[in-house]
């Protein structure tokens, strides 16, 4: 099973943006979802997390404009993306919660958001 992100794109500072993160299977096949993103030059960071129980957990760095959430009929996990800055622009990735913990060879491509006005 898969996971695809999308639903990047170009925002003003202030905008909204929802990435979606579709698995090609059951999402409960993976032991949560954590979205990540790296913005050029930096090294990947871990954004926010979904546990397969539901519990969410969000970066101190997004907290109070970023949540995420879980569709388990759609397989689907979404990154709500609120009062965007230009510190924002990155490729936002999701992969298995396991990745916190162990290597992860495959990312996928990633969506890219971009901030700037």
């Known amino acids: 099973v898969q996971l695809q992100a999308s639903g990047g794109g170009w925002v003003q500072p202030g905008g909204s943006l929802r990435l979606s993160c579709v698995a090609s299977?059951?999402?409960?096949?993976?032991?949560?979802i954590d979205w990540y993103r790296q913005a050029p030059g930096k090294q990947r960071e871990l954004v926010a997390g979904?546990?397969?129980?539901?519990?969410?957990n969000v970066a101190d760095s997004v907290k109070g404009r970023f949540a995420i959430s879980g569709d388990s009929a759609k397989n689907t996990v979404y990154l709500q993306m609120n009062s965007l800055k230009p510190e924002d622009t990155a490729v936002y990735y999701c992969?298995?919660?396991?990745?916190?913990?162990?290597?992860?060879?495959?990312w996928g491509q990633g969506t890219l958001v971009t901030v700037s006005s």
């Open positions: 979904i546990s397969n129980f539901g519990s969410t």
């Open positions: 992969n298995d919660l396991r990745c916190r913990f162990q290597f992860c060879e495959y």
């Open positions: 299977g059951s999402i409960f096949s993976f032991n949560g």
